[in-house]
């Protein structure tokens, strides 16, 4: 492989559609649609004691409405536990409506179906919903304590207890000459996509089949999802992801409540029917992450050496439990990072409460592991009065040491063997890039001034590409064209760009040659999904194992046709030649003709190939073991996922009257192996810091004590503009190739988010010389630490 | 119950429309559901995002917060109006093509109009005052960077076609 464009920021082929106003997001779709309104619970916990619906009878435009009641066969079943696990021993699903008991302030109680948004709205507003409230439980502490339960037949609001050890964690920490033990905790954060959910069905009567438009990050999940609740066949449903404005995990989730449910009142209706979520069902009925409390103990040697670490923690998984143990048991596992533990011990608890559902966002339980592994390092370091970046440095794996398997099971079953990676040349470049060694210098000249400086550093690393499969298919038109296809979804990643740079170099044509279609089941029905920054490691590498297969098609068919050996031949823009010798060409297309003979003419190209015009009269048009058309498909399935990493630094100010938290600089290096697209790689990272900002220092769910959310809109919940993010983000790259996948890249989506919290709280730590245990922080909670710090004495201010 | 409508002119994009609009109808719905012209996104429905920001007798405004009857009679640009008539992308889109200034795409138009109407002020803004222009607008995928530098790169474009 050449490698012309692989590697290159080639500009996206995305853009000019979105930004002329062309792009189709859900919404734009099915101008005649019917819509829908859901009734939520008010109560965070309650009994559903009556619903009379009278009232709204007489609104003008009303179509339907549903109730549980209503719900026929598998869809009055509970929602699908989508990933099972042995740990997981009372795993409880939401239902599609819910069934004489809400368990959030938000789960969907009753659907409205009306000719437009406005009026299923005022039909909802007159459905009347009488409720016992029950006693709710709000937050991990809560539950933990267990005084009262979310689930009645779920003790101690426990879902799942896990534990894994290697080696000997206490006895390594017993015999420890030094040990401490830390007290953290994480809140709630949530994905927060531009759009939000969004789901259009269209029931065809007389071909008995359903074709549904979702704003998904799994067209395939949402197919099967949607074909069992329906009672429909797999073959009866296709599904379709149009543009996706932002998922970041939330949209990984399925079936949501709407999406079983806008496909059966279309079918019941006879009509397209379509659910557009607002702002405000997002925050109480989509899906949060990240709150968890943790406690830590660890031992280790004057070298600041890891000797045994013992971690116990409480992930709060909400009310339910669809996405299982995924987060905790990234958490668990890749708190590791790049440091070697010989002696482990994990103990996890997925707990219940009464609030929105706990499943991936961006990071994926990551940011809450690296930010226990990286306080506990900073703690080592100030305890035994070492460099951080030094202490870090004794613990981590060696190159040489790779792969290097930690004797833990990952989230996808298989060991925690990491791929490759180079911690140490990692390492050197972050101090280099945020000159480490002259920090102390800085900031003491800055502290000699009356300013308060802090430096932080955090290190990951992040299982990507995670199995268990995704394929490709490479199909050459007759025009010369090539149409790629890959079922997993596209949510901004520019996909159609980076998969388009490596088929054009596998093939050898131009990229506008190539068209690539994502998250269409009618295209590619097998596939699992885009998370856990898998896109470029899996689709990528079965584009590109399937457009080799099309390319020795290509080369077998001009062989012939050109008389040639096909070891002879290249393909150069479009063209297939004798090496060398442009003038022998043919293009693409003509191959594409000759590979398909054909009885039937409809145009000039197609004359070209017809029986009487192609092919030795004494063989068979199609030889055996070979298949007309010029097309290659291919699935790529790798033992394990493969391992990326990476190193923030922060420098912050901290405002010594208002405890402001201003960024002065923010420094990535970053290792995902082959860089693709690094112009669209550097936007992720960017992306990914800012949401890291934003989780660090500004984002939370407010819940009060009834299990309300406070801060149900972006007046509230405050996710950052362009005032809250670094006006520079310093990169830098390592690239170590993988050698798991074909072109050797490793995921990048999620890096820029994962070390946030940890590397923040690394910094105000160091501005203001007392440890910060909990995340994120506010400048009052900031001035409250101070005011704890040092209780002021007589003649301070006030 | 039935809906009080009243008939309203709008001129969008050059192009007028006679309507007959219930009085609830947001402006972002009657041009997107009425006019079909999807561009303009809705994110928050209450103006905090300027995912749905039009300008309205070219001012930047948002069309999640304003009734189509109460803008009866003006001129509204949404983003399929920024390019030129042969389809040639405007500055501001051509920069952000080329600074990578976005991603989902779906704040993107929100942008776009702010931007076209902050560089119609200010034809030449300062870093800070790039920044300042768009501090309004919400984007959850690029972290701004390169939002920034398109605002930037495309008053120099702006320059260059002048």
Same mark, same amino acid.
């Given at each position: 492989m050449t490698g012309k464009l692989v590697g290159q920021p080639i500009r996206r082929v995305e853009d000019p559609r979105l930004l002329t106003g062309h792009g189709r997001y859900l919404d734009d779709l099915g101008f005649d649609a019917a819509e829908v309104a859901v009734v939520r619970s008010p109560y965070a916990h309650a009994r559903i004691l009556d619903i009379d619906v009278s009232a709204a009878l007489d609104v003008p435009g009303l179509l339907a409405i549903y109730t549980y009641e209503d719900l026929p066969g598998p869809l009055a079943e509970p929602l699908p536990l989508l990933i099972p696990h042995p740990a997981l021993t009372h795993g409880r699903t939401q239902y599609a409506l819910a069934r004489d008991e809400v368990n959030y302030a938000g789960e969907a109680v009753v659907l409205v179906v009306a000719e437009n948004r406005y009026l299923a709205e005022d039909a909802a507003d007159r459905?009347?919903?009488?409720?016992?409230?029950?006693?709710?439980?709000?937050?991990?502490?809560?539950?933990?304590?267990?005084?009262?339960?979310?689930?009645?037949?779920?003790?101690?609001?426990?879902?799942? #207890?896990?534990?894994?050890?290697?080696?000997?964690?206490?006895?390594?920490?017993?015999?420890?000459?030094?040990?401490?033990?830390?007290?953290?905790?994480?809140?709630?954060?949530?994905?927060?996509?531009?759009?939000? #959910?969004?789901?259009?069905?269209?029931?065809?009567?007389?071909?008995?089949?359903?074709?549904?438009?979702?704003?998904?990050?799994?067209?395939?999940?949402?197919?099967?999802?949607?074909?069992? +609740? $329906?009672?429909?066949?797999?073959?009866?449903?296709?599904?379709?992801?149009?543009?996706?404005?932002?998922?970041?995990?939330?949209?990984?989730?399925?079936?949501?409540?709407?999406?079983?449910?806008?496909?059966?009142?279309?079918?019941?209706?006879?009509?397209?029917?379509?659910?557009?979520?607002?702002?405000?069902?997002?925050?109480? /009925?989509?899906?949060?992450?990240?709150?968890?409390?943790?406690?830590?103990?660890?031992? &280790?040697?004057?070298?600041?050496?890891?000797?045994?670490?013992?971690?116990?923690?409480?992930?709060?998984?909400?009310?339910?439990?669809?996405?299982?143990?995924?987060?905790?048991?990234?958490?668990?596992?890749?708190?590791?990072?790049? =440091?070697?533990?010989?002696?482990?011990?994990?103990?996890?608890? /997925?707990?219940?409460?009464?609030?929105?559902?706990?499943?991936?966002?961006?990071?994926?339980?990551?940011?809450?592991?690296?930010?226990?592994?990286?306080?506990?390092?900073?703690?080592?370091?100030?305890?035994?009065?070492?460099?951080?970046?030094?202490?870090?440095?004794?613990?981590?794996?060696?190159?040489?040491?790779?792969?290097?398997?930690?004797?833990? %099971?990952?989230?996808?079953?298989?060991?925690?063997? =990491?791929?490759?990676?180079?911690?140490p040349a990692l390492l050197a470049k972050l101090k280099a890039l945020v000159d480490w060694d002259g920090w102390l210098e800085y900031q003491a000249a800055a502290r000699a001034q009356g300013r308060r400086v802090g430096l932080g550093i955090a290190c990951y690393v992040e299982g990507t590409g995670v199995g268990p499969y995704e394929g490709g298919h490479v199909l050459i038109d007759t025009s010369g064209r090539v149409k790629v296809a890959t079922g997993l979804t596209s949510q901004g990643q520019g996909h159609q760009t980076a998969f388009a740079q490596i088929v054009a170099?596998?093939?050898?044509?131009?990229?506008?040659?190539?068209?690539?279609?994502?998250?269409?089941?009618?295209?590619?029905?097998?596939?699992?999904?885009?998370?856990? /920054?898998?896109?470029?490691?899996?689709?990528?590498?079965?584009?590109? $194992?399937?457009?080799?297969?099309? +390319?020795?098609?290509?080369?077998?068919?001009?062989?012939?046709?050109?008389?040639?050996?096909?070891?002879?031949?290249? %393909?150069?823009?479009?063209?297939?030649?004798? +090496?060398?010798?442009?003038?022998?060409?043919?293009?693409?297309?003509?191959?594409?003709?000759?590979?398909?003979?054909?009885? =039937?003419? &409809?145009?000039?190209?197609?004359? *070209?190939?017809?029986? !009487?015009?192609?092919?030795?009269?004494?063989?068979?048009?199609?030889?055996?073991?070979?298949?007309?058309?010029?097309?290659?498909?291919?699935?790529?399935?790798?033992?394990?996922?493969?391992?990326?990493?990476?190193?923030?630094?922060?420098?912050?100010?901290?405002?010594?009257?208002?405890?402001?938290?201003?960024?002065?600089?923010?420094?990535?290096?970053?290792?995902?192996?082959?860089?693709?697209?690094?112009?669209?790689?550097?936007?992720?990272?960017?992306?990914?810091? *800012?949401?890291?900002?934003?989780?660090?220092?500004?984002?939370?769910?407010?819940?009060?004590?009834?299990?309300?959310?406070?801060?149900?809109? !972006?007046?509230? &919940?405050?996710?950052?503009?362009? /005032?809250?993010?670094?006006?520079?983000?310093?990169?830098?790259?390592?690239?170590?190739?993988?050698?798991?996948?074909p072109l050797g890249v490793k995921g990048a989506g999620e890096a820029g988010v994962i070390p946030s919290a940890a590397v923040f709280a690394s910094a105000i730590s160091d501005a203001e010389g007392f440890p910060i245990t909990a995340m994120p922080i506010s400048p009052s909670e900031l001035f409250e630490l101070r005011r704890r710090a040092a209780p002021p004495t007589e003649g301070d201010r006030s | 119950m039935s809906e009080q409508s009243i008939e309203i002119t709008l001129t969008v994009n050059d192009i007028p429309h006679r309507l007959t609009v219930p009085v609830r109808r947001l402006l972002s719905d009657c041009l997107r559901h009425d006019l079909h012209l999807t561009g303009t996104h809705v994110g928050c429905e209450h103006g905090v995002c300027g995912a749905c920001t039009v300008l309205v007798d070219g001012r930047p405004m948002r069309s999640c917060l304003l009734l189509a009857v109460s803008v009866d009679g003006s001129a509204i640009t949404t983003v399929e109006g920024l390019a030129g008539p042969d389809g040639a992308l405007s500055p501001v889109q051509r920069a952000f093509a080329e600074c990578h200034a976005l991603q989902c795409g779906f704040c993107t138009p929100g942008f776009l109009t702010t931007i076209t109407a902050g560089l119609a002020d200010n034809p030449d803004p300062s870093p800070d005052q790039a920044r300042e222009l768009i501090g309004g607008n919400l984007c959850r995928c690029t972290g701004y960077q390169n939002i920034v530098a398109a605002v930037l790169r495309a008053a120099e474009l702006r320059r260059e076609q002048a």
């Open positions: 459905i009347a919903v009488e409720y016992e409230p029950l006693p709710p439980v709000v937050g991990v502490a809560a539950a933990r304590a267990a005084e009262r339960l979310v689930h009645q037949d779920v003790p101690g609001n426990v879902a799942a #207890r896990l534990a894994q050890e290697v080696g000997d964690a206490a006895a390594a920490i017993a015999a420890a000459p030094h040990r401490l033990r830390l007290d953290l905790s994480v809140e709630r954060s949530a994905s927060m996509p531009l759009e939000g #959910r969004g789901v259009l069905a269209r029931w065809d009567a007389d071909a008995n089949r359903l074709r549904l438009w979702t704003s998904t990050q799994t067209s395939t999940g949402v197919r099967a999802a949607v074909a069992t +609740k $329906l009672g429909l066949e797999p073959g009866q449903v296709e599904v379709i992801t149009p543009d996706v404005g932002g998922g970041f995990g939330v949209k990984i989730v399925h079936p949501w409540p709407e999406e079983v449910l806008v496909p059966f009142a279309a079918r019941n209706l006879n009509r397209a029917v379509k659910f557009t979520e607002d702002r405000r069902e997002h925050f109480i /009925s989509a899906a949060h992450e990240r709150g968890q409390l943790q406690q830590i103990e660890v031992g &280790f040697d004057d070298d600041g050496q890891i000797l045994g670490l013992d971690v116990r923690f409480w992930h709060d998984n909400g009310a339910y439990i669809p996405y299982g143990l995924i987060v905790p048991i990234i958490t668990s596992t890749q708190l590791l990072g790049p =440091y070697k533990v010989a002696n482990y011990r994990v103990v996890f608890d /997925s707990l219940y409460t009464n609030t929105v559902i706990v499943t991936p966002y961006r990071g994926a339980g990551r940011p809450q592991g690296v930010y226990a592994m990286e306080r506990t390092m900073d703690a080592i370091a100030a305890e035994l009065g070492l460099d951080r970046a030094g202490v870090r440095a004794v613990n981590f794996i060696q190159p040489e040491e790779m792969p290097y398997d930690h004797g833990l %099971i990952f989230q996808d079953g298989r060991p925690l063997v =990491y791929d490759s990676g180079d911690y170099d596998e093939l050898g044509v131009p990229l506008a040659d190539v068209e690539v279609t994502t998250g269409d089941t009618r295209r590619f029905p097998y596939a699992v999904g885009t998370f856990a /920054s898998r896109a470029a490691v899996m689709s990528g590498s079965a584009i590109a $194992l399937a457009a080799r297969a099309a +390319k020795a098609k290509i080369l077998r068919v001009a062989a012939e046709a050109l008389e040639a050996d096909e070891g002879d031949l290249e %393909i150069v823009a479009g063209q297939v030649q004798v +090496k060398g010798a442009p003038a022998t060409g043919i293009g693409l297309g003509t191959v594409a003709v000759l590979a398909n003979p054909l009885r =039937y003419a &409809f145009d000039e190209a197609s004359k *070209a190939a017809t029986q !009487f015009a192609v092919g030795d009269p004494d063989a068979a048009p199609v030889p055996e073991d070979d298949e007309p058309g010029l097309e290659g498909r291919d699935y790529y399935s790798p033992i394990r996922s493969t391992f990326a990493a990476g190193m923030h630094a922060v420098v912050v100010e901290t405002d010594p009257d208002t405890a402001e938290i201003r960024v002065l600089r923010y420094c990535v290096v970053h290792d995902c192996g082959t860089l693709i697209n690094p112009m669209i790689v550097e936007g992720q990272v960017h992306g990914g810091v *800012a949401q890291g900002v934003g989780g660090a220092l500004y984002e939370r769910m407010a819940y009060d004590s009834d299990g309300q959310l406070q801060n149900a809109s !972006f007046m509230d &919940f405050l996710m950052p503009y362009v /005032s809250e993010v670094p006006a520079g983000i310093e990169i830098d790259h390592l690239q170590t190739p993988s050698p798991l996948n | -």
